[in-house]
């Protein structure tokens, strides 16, 4: 009986963790979300913090490491999907956080950062460090996440279902933040859909 507990035990821990079906699409949760952020963008120079969704947006929040450490706020809310372009628009706004180097030159380094983002350095920081991802285009408060150059999802996209890629039947309606969870919204494409 101690391995049934075990077990229920262990996926009431992994269950949150993990995506949710809807009648309309697929929720996925924050902390799913902060692990793959982590994997995909923790190195030298960044460390994903922490990444929050409520019903007005989101908040990533990023340690940048150089020079001195200082953790950066982005605020962001998804704006319309545009599907014939297949693109997904994301609002965003950054704020300096708190100085965490534990240096007197790295606080100093610090100050010059936020300085630094106040007067738009920020953006171009980041654009520096999304310049390999092909399909991102960061411009002031607006990124660009470019589904077609995406190599995993544009696959998705043409896989064929029924003589026709899926992306001419199925189509990405919204995206929504809520209730801690990245809720994708799918409808049926319609002949006027396809632009």
């Known amino acids: 009986m101690a391995s049934a507990s075990n077990w229920r035990e262990r996926w009431q821990q992994l269950r949150p963790q ?3 079906l809807h009648r309309d699409g697929i929720s996925l949760p924050a902390p799913l979300l902060l692990a793959q952020l982590r994997k995909a963008l923790d190195g030298d120079e960044l460390e994903v913090q922490a990444l929050q969704l409520g019903d007005a947006g989101g908040e990533l929040q990023l340690l940048l490491k150089k020079p001195g450490q200082r953790l950066l706020h982005i605020h962001f809310q998804f704006a319309p999907v545009d ?4 693109r997904i628009d994301i609002h965003f706004c950054l704020s300096g956080g708190e100085n965490r180097d534990p240096t007197l030159a790295g606080r ?3 100050k010059l950062v936020l300085l630094g983002l106040e007067s738009g350095l920020g953006l171009r920081a980041l ?3 999304a310049a390999p991802l092909d399909w991102l285009q960061l411009q002031d408060g607006l990124a660009s996440v470019h589904l ?3 190599p995993g ?3 998705w996209l043409q896989q064929p279902v029924l003589g026709k890629p899926l992306a001419e039947r199925l189509r990405l309606a919204a995206i929504d933040t809520t209730d801690g969870a990245l809720r994708l919204r799918l409808a049926r494409t319609t002949p006027i859909d396809q632009g």
């Open 127 to 129: 654009q520096k460090l």
């Open 18 to 20: 993990l995506p949710a």
């Open 108 to 110: 100093a380094l610090g």
């Open 83 to 86: 599907w014939p372009a297949r």
């Open 148 to 150: 077609q150059q995406i």
């Open 153 to 155: 999802i544009a696959r």
